[in-house]
């Protein structure tokens, strides 16, 4: 579904993401785990095109994407929930929705969207700003999802959020990715989350990969470690 290949990042002489290699399958779910400052934000703003990569290439569906622009990587089929959400907080539910419709070209928003998040649909003319954390959450990636991606990434979608609620957003993300048909890369410092959401489980230092396993196989102490400062 999506593929990198010797993928780098950097930020003038600093390389923070360090010649990738990773493989998304169709249906799966990855998680990238890492500490603060190992590159999530950096890997997945470059993936959906708002800071250029340095080498290497990434491919979606066998279309290469590296030399698009943002809104033609969403054409593609990326849908992406960015970290702390950045919903438009002066506009309603509903128009924030429809901000991720632009680059489709429809107007209708996905009927789906609505039974996925009820909560979504109550609040539909409520102010973005006046939801809670969680229902935030909730509305940007509903936002995401209204141009049908085929790849979803979300950069650490728990941070703020309370635990029961993470769970919520667990089983969510799984339904989604199996109604929809969809991929997922999700990147993300709580092991927990990590462990109830994804097939797979990587961990990121220093701009390299240094664990990739299925998650049935993941050492949570191992993991912990990595995370851990
Ligand atoms: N615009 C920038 N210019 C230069 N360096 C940057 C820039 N943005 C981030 N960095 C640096 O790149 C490294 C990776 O940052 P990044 O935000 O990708 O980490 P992260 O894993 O998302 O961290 P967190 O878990 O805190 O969100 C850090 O050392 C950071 O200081
Ligand atoms: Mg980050």
């Given amino acids: 579904m999506m593929q990198l290949t010797d993928y780098s990042v950097a930020y003038g002489q600093s390389t923070i993401i360090d010649g990738m290699n990773l493989t998304l399958n169709k249906n799966e ?24 990569s ?15 622009k943002s809104y033609q990587r969403v054409g593609a089929g990326l849908g992406f929930v960015p970290q702390g959400r950045m919903i438009f ?5 509903e128009e924030n929705i429809e901000t991720g419709l632009t680059s489709t070209g429809k ?12 909560v979504l649909d109550e609040m539909k003319h409520r102010r973005g700003g006046n939801l809670s954390g969680g229902q935030q959450q909730q509305l940007a990636i509903a936002r995401a999802l209204a141009s049908n991606p085929s790849v979803l990434l979300l950069d650490e979608p728990t941070e703020g959020i309370q635990p029961s ?11 989604i990715r199996t109604q929809r048909g969809l991929s997922i890369l999700v990147s993300e410092q709580v092991l927990s ?3 109830d959401v994804a097939d797979r489980i990587l961990v990121i230092e220093k ?6 396993v299925p998650v049935e ?3 949570h102490e191992t993991i912990s470690k990595y995370l851990s400062v």
């Avoid at 928003?109 to 009820?118: A, E, G, M, T």
């Fill in 107 to 118: 107007k209708e928003i996905p009927s789906d969207l609505y039974s996925i998040f009820p």
């Fill in 193 to 195: 989350f990590a462990l």
């Fill in 217 to 219: 196989e993941a050492d």
């Fill in 207 to 212: 701009g390299k990969i240094v664990l990739d």
């Fill in 89 to 93: 907080s002066t506009m309603t539910v």
């Fill in 29 to 52: 779910i990855i998680a990238i785990l890492g500490r603060n400052g190992m590159g999530k934000t950096t890997l997945m703003k470059s993936l959906i095109g708002m800071i250029p």
């Fill in 54 to 68: 340095q080498g290497g290439k990434v491919t979606l569906e066998d279309t290469e994407i590296t030399p698009m």
């Fill in 165 to 175: 609620i993470i769970k919520d957003m667990a089983r969510t993300l799984k339904q």
